[in-house]
């Protein structure tokens, strides 16, 4: 069982920014996509962003793209989400995920995901 800890959820004002990680236990992480979904109250869970760990590959949600990054540490065994321009569209719970799938279509799905997070809030203000 992989346990992934979500952390640097906050507040903060449109504009703004903020950066998310994600740290995993599994000792290698090579095999995976890590994905980062947000979900707002009252609306569905959706994709934001992703990395393959092992082809650096990287996706993005249009909603975010050029406004997020998305990189892993490798000493931390952790991937990182930076968010700026924060808009409070963007206030959500954001969970990262393990999938073991490739390719732009797949990794943007949340049934391809087998481990998830607890989650970590992000709030902005307007």
């Known amino acids: 069982q992989v346990r992934l800890v979500e952390s640097g959820g906050g507040s903060v004002q449109a504009g703004g920014s903020l950066r998310l990680s994600c740290a995993a236990s599994?000792?290698?992480?090579?095999?995976?996509?890590i994905g980062w979904f947000r979900q707002a109250p009252g609306k569905e869970r959706t994709f934001v962003a992703a990395?393959?760990?092992?082809?650096?590959?990287?996706y993005y949600a249009d909603s975010v793209k050029g406004r997020f990054t998305v990189s892993r540490d490798n000493a931390k065994n952790a991937v990182n989400l930076d968010m700026s321009s924060l808009e409070p569209e963007d206030s959500a719970i954001y969970r990262c995920?393990?999938?073991?799938?490739?390719?732009?279509?797949?990794?943007?799905?949340?049934?391809?995901?087998?481990?998830w997070g607890q989650g970590t809030q992000v709030t902005v203000s307007s």
């Open positions: 995920a393990l999938t073991t799938s490739l390719g732009s279509v797949q990794v943007r799905m949340i049934k391809v995901y087998s481990f």
């Open positions: 599994e000792r290698t992480l090579s095999t995976y996509t």
């Open positions: 990395m393959n760990w092992r082809y650096n590959t990287t």
